[in-house]
């Protein structure tokens, strides 16, 4: 089993990026923490950062080929993409969508997810917690206890 | 360690009330589960539901004398109740929110959350599993790694 | 065969309240009403009357182990309870709202129901008469001719 | 005393229409049911349908002449049709809206009726149940018991 | 100079309608006072009522081969007809907008019109006045001082 | 019987101010028209122009002592003064309002009017025919035939 | 094969009618043109026009008994007729939805359209060649190649 | 003269909740405080707190039979219930509405008040001095000076 | 300490504007009761009124310079002027926002304040107690007890 | 002549992509057809597809230089892209819209295209057929008959 | 070549006015760098600052006659006045629009700006360099390079 | 000091692209009047275009290490990019919006911006002006007087 983790654009500032509200981890901290779970939980995880929407659209269509389930942090376009929505609806491949600040308590824009619909589940709010509570879910949606 | 689990409105019927939704695992079952968590975590755990608006108001605001971290599906209550809301932003002990169904993929009324912005997060869609995330983040946040 | 008839908060000062909108009749005679209808009828009928959110979704719960159907005036809780709609949606016996007034004459926020979508159907502005035509209607949907 | 029934367009299709949402019946088999409703509550019954909303403002306009109260069945008019709203207004005679479906749990502009507030009031729902309530309805409002 | 006057739906019912709202005229009297105003300031004039919102853009649409002017009281399609609409800024013949109740003192829905901004202007709240400053107006404007 | 004439902000500036819109006419021009007008109709006349809302609150204020109705453009202020309809809903003097272009085929927030609920009516789009038509229903309100 | 070509209201004015949105043919011309291409197709045609929503209505309920598909452009009626909606919903044969300008460019309220989500499609700012696309696609509905 | 004090959800947190938005004294000492103020101006005072909307309501429309007016502040469900706003307008004891914090410099769910157009007037922002405001409001309303 | 009553438009038409809404008494009779109480409470009062917004924004403007407290009814400009708040924010001196008539039950546009959420707190609903009470408020905010 | 056909993100998952809403043709199969259709018509005829906004700005961008028209389908980047609508707009060439879908049935945000209104006009719900009827409709543009 | 510099209300208050929005520069601070600058730049410049709204139409309806371009801080009014709006539209100099803060950064209301549309362009957010830019802006605009 | 320009996607095209909107300089023509100012300013500058939103996103995130303020003309992702606002937050980097053209003289969707709260200030409306004014503004803003 194979979890792909697809971060969104600005996740690469992790750690520099607005630390009262996004901590002061950086990403490869999250990566190391969640690769060492994925260890513990005996499955397989491949990280992929990008700041083009174009770009995780391809990564998405591509889920299908080489991975079970999507544990993805959309960042901004969350509230924006249109595209990546439809990736995600036209894959086989289930999504979990995860954010590292409760967005239900930022600005009014960010409160609407065109992706939440089209996953599984959404978790937000506990920060590097999010991704390793994303991956605990992935796991237990594709090999249900 | 103790964390308190509050359940909405119509919980208690879970099973038999629109298992097409919310799946044919009943209260019990889940909560059984739960404690089996909690054991394993070694926090204690104690179950809350009711119906009443009120009730759920005031249990949470007895939370600051006996437990640690909240564990709250408001269900129904989500969408309507500024007095839990209320009472959650009044005390000091932290909540999270959970949610079986994927909240974002239902009616247009079910995607506005009182409370989840006086929460440190939310994790909804998972099913039983939000549940039992929400407990591994409710450790995760009193007992930080 | 039995009908349950749930009045929502503030029927019970049906007589005195706000005569001009509901009528001089009390609850107590417009129950009478029902009940000779219902002997008429030959079916059986009880009447539950509640100033609390809590308990009627209780009573509703309920609902399953006792009735055939729901004759339900859920009053303000209409327009603002999502934990009586999912009752309602979360019992297999079917329901009936009705209203003494013609909801749709009165304030903006009394024309949105949150309860009649997931009622067999509603009747609205007949007074007593709503009541004794939903007891008609209830009859005929169990006991269709 | 005599009750005018006025169908909106497209009933005259009833039977063939949509049949998972209006039923199977017929716009005739409707008719002799309030006929013979009619003929056991002792009063006299017309029928008019039109797909005109001018011929229906003019059948209107005639009514104070011939009827002493009106069952009407706006259909479509229902959410687009002010001159049916204010015929209704200009007349004397009490109309009583009634619909098939429950208007509630369909499309959102079928959620607003322009013609609901200048009636009596509304039955929706109960499929041929709607006319025949509405029948005893109109009966109960002319001849009060 | 030729003037045609247009009546909108239940305008025929002048007199009886409502007349807290439209006043205790009849059609045939604000009929009267046009033709004698008409004789006065020496233009032709012809009445036109219909409840039918076809019959009105068909006779609209006659309306350049027989006359210079229109004074039109659209009544319930000022707020619903679209077709109207189009009649009037189809034609070359220009037309002036009359309402008898002041439609800014009414519902909202009759707040809006469709018809306004294809017209040259608007009178609203007169009475049989607006009817008559109308016919003054369309004078000026085909025979400017 | 003495008509009040309001000028509201920027009318002073008529004949230069964006022409294609209100015309070549300037103020003068306008009120030599209405004098002569009013001295055909054998009333009396007196202007007012303030491009002050609260010099418009006070004359209007005291028209009650020196006039029997107003006829006003309020210009503007039309679309953003409470204390103008404050003003002529406080006094008994009835009171006109009038536009020179059509406000309704103009920008959206020129469609809303705080004024013209509380006069007797409006006339808009006439250019100077506006005010003469509305002298003309000033004295058929004050003086009726 | 048949196929009916309905035109909604003011289409019978085309040519004279705004030249500068829809162009200078006249109706007949384009009835010519979709009578040669049909022959070309080999398909049967039919055409009907009218101001009036009911005649509407009534002509597409009869189209189940007398062709294979329709080809309407409901005009204003696009925007305001929910009687036609239902009446395209109501039977088995499918509809295509044609405009001759594109009313995505113009004023909001064209945007709108009662009946394109009930028509297989919609094709629509083409002038007369909507008309004959919308050919090409019914035959192609009914005969897929 | 009897003044029913009564105090909606989270109230008995008064002193620990939030101490930023509400202050720092406790629900004892401001009923301490009305008790003296009620001393000296020789009325009654009787005080009622609930977390229940439904005890709320029973309690008053159980006003008009032991008091002659009623203080409110319906806390969270000032935003929510139409239940204690018909209780409001079903009885004849006149109800005044009290605030601590200034409920217009808050969230915008905040600003919107199911009772305040059932109640005599609205005080907001004054901290206990709302409740000693409002009880010489209550005072004042019963015994005009 | 001394007090600055501002009133706004068309308050000096009191007892003679809308009785039924604004009460008979006059601003002097008020001022008079003011000064009574002002006196009882030992504080010194000014009164102020204007029609117009610029010279109640420049006497805000002083304050500062002269007077401890504002009591402040902006009347027609509580809803239209961002002046009169922004004065508010600037100056150091508090204010207590009255109304005479209760603005909750009355037009959709009084029902938003834009001077409230930069007042200290609202009493709006008492008539001339009002501002009884909002002196008291005002006295009770400098000399605390 | 030569046509340019550009398609937006996820087209190239066609064929698997939610095969009940796009069909399961894949885009090879529809360019085939395409390339079919343009050679009968003697056009010449090139497809581009991206998943990148931006590097479809650039490809229309370049249009100018290579092409006589554009046949676009956007897909998601119709309801988000403004830099795809400037990008149109910023070209001589004009641009016909398809959709496979007939997005006027599909959810409430797909509903609003940014593209449609700077289009010649926009095919929708043809499934394949779009593209070839726009192709035709892009023939007849540049090669009107 | 002359510029003329109009302040709206309040801006008299500057330096002590809300120093964390506005800064602690005065007005005279201001008008002292923008007099060098214009001295610097070699053109004229007057300063213009009331309360007023209608002090500000007037003196803008006069700047045709006096000066070249109009430099304005409408400040408050820039949300309200439509009759600012209509004056810099009715002549012929054009206008700049400043703000001090970045209004897009502060509260909802603050967005909307019924000038701006009217003037040449806006500079915000810059302090006293919004002036300064603007008072540069003014001249290349009137002495283009 | 650095000032990094930074062109949104279609500036390319600048001159050719709706020259009535942008005016016919060219984007090497601002280029070139930047650098000279820059020189005149002695400051460094350098330039930047993309219609790739993802590439602007990571340009700005390189910002902090390579300069000192950022001028930015978003274009058409003023209104859409979350991404690029979120860039702009995560950065320390300062940054200038400007436009060419007044959006707020622009379609409805062109008022609002996702970038201009994070932004210092914005400069619209001035053509080339606007850059040039920014550059000035930038420098300003790092090197203040």
New interface residues.
Partial sequence: MKVLVVH???L??LG???PEVYGSLTLADIEQELSDLAQRLEVSIEFYQ??????I??RL?EADQDCDVILINP???T?????I???L???QCPAIEVHLS?I??REE??QH??T???????????GK??Y??GL??AV??VQPS
């Fill in positions: 969104g654009p600005n690469n500032l520099q990026r607005e990008s700041n083009h929407e174009g770009e659209v391809t269509q960042a901004a376009f509230h924006t993409s249109v595209a929505r439809d990736a609806a036209a894959i409760n239900h308590a824009f960010r997810s065109y939440a619909s089209v996953s599984v589940g959404v978790i937000t709010g506990f917690e999010s390793l509570l605990r879910a237990a949606l």
